[in-house]
């Protein structure tokens, strides 16, 4: 059945015959004017001498600048995606960059470091002048200033559900905040030099602590008793984190041959030694399994199919001088070596998407490492002084949260939940900044 109308035909059937009869072919110009029934005479003035050819001409037109314009949209589509403007904040590989989207201003010392909270939007920022600060990081307000310390902070972390803050202080302290009672305290005792970091062992019933008195504490949290005792160090330890799965700590000390260390926190029995940097190390983190493809191609060593899904394999490590180091902890070795920062190496964080690493320094700079090749592939002008630390966001993008709430650990469709795009940092300018897209 035709699609023309009754005058498209006709008019299609004359085109026809006027070419026919312009080329000479009157067999076909005679067989069509009697199959067609149409009544034509051929004359030059008609609007059907040429009309045929005319329209070829501009189909063949129309469909090169139909081809031009799709190129053309492909190409906006893609620099529109790339826009930071139109970044999804749900985009898997976005990374921080310049402006920042709040600065927050409050504290009267330098930001010694920031944490998120796991659920909602908060931050918490730990201060030189004794204060812990509490901010909403989607609207930039200050919230409320926790007061207890009597010295400055030196670190600050939520545990899994956001219930409880710890904090921990140069007044020989910690202190655990309960978030569902307007954050009253409680205090832990028991290190006798300064506590340089401190952080909520996953299940949330220990505290794992380090200190300038060289040794690393596990506290309870239900009853603030030190269960463990680390010792091993033999100068002030900067910094202790556990794996994902609460089994192994890693920390730094400023160590005669500045070591990194891995403990097995169930006997505190020392796993392995990182030796290699030339200056005090300031912070050691877990490379997170979804790094872990990236890490192996960048080593060229395939991890065994039976450590690829185990937690601890890989840490990364900063110093003071300037450089970062990726170490395999089974064997202790360096893989690689990232150099480009002109200062102090004070924060890392392994992004989520597994492929990129971000760091922090004295140079006021925040730079974003490609772990698949170990190149620096951003730099941000960060902060107007030293950039002192730098955290991700804990919360899960909506969908996946809800659905994990009733159950479903990959959230709605079948897919991995990820954490939303936030970043925050904090510096001796006194500042925290929230970067986002």
Known sequence: MSTLSDRQRDELHKSILDYFHAQGMSESFAALLNESKTDFNPEPKTKYSGLLEKKWTSVIRLQKKIMDLENKNAQLQEEVSMSPARRSASQADWVPRAPARYTLTGHRGQVLRVTFHPTYSVIASASEDATVKIWDWETGEFERTLKGHTRQVLDVHYDSKGNKLVSCSS???????????????????????????????????????????????????????????????????????????????????????????????????????????????????????????????????????????THGQFIATGSRDKSIKLWDVGSGQCIKNLAGHDNWVRALVFHPCGTLLLSAADDKTIRVWDLKTGRCVKTVEAHGHFVTSLAWGRTKQGAASDAKANGDVKGKGGEEERVVNICASGSTDQTIKIWSP
């Open 171 to 309: 007044d020989l302290t910690l202190r655990i905040w309960d978030v569902q009672n307007e954050y009253s305290s409680r205090t832990l005792h028991g290190h006798d030099h300064s506590i340089s970091s401190a952080r909520f062992v996953p299940g949330d019933d220990l505290i794992v602590s380090a200190s300038r008195d060289n040794t690393i504490k596990v506290w309870d949290v239900t009853n603030g008793w030190c269960v463990k005792t680390f010792t091993g160090h033999a100068q002030w330890v900067r910094c202790v984190v556990p794996s994902e799965d609460g089994k192994l700590l890693a920390s730094c000390s400023d160590d005669q041959a500045s070591t990194a260390r891995i403990w097995d926190i169930s006997n505190g029995e020392t796993k392995m030694e990182f030796r290699g940097h030339d200056n005090y190390l300031e912070v050691v983190a877990f490379a997170p399994i979804a790094s872990y493809p990236s890490i192996s191609e960048l080593s060229g060593i395939a991890l065994p199919s039976d450590k690829a899904k």
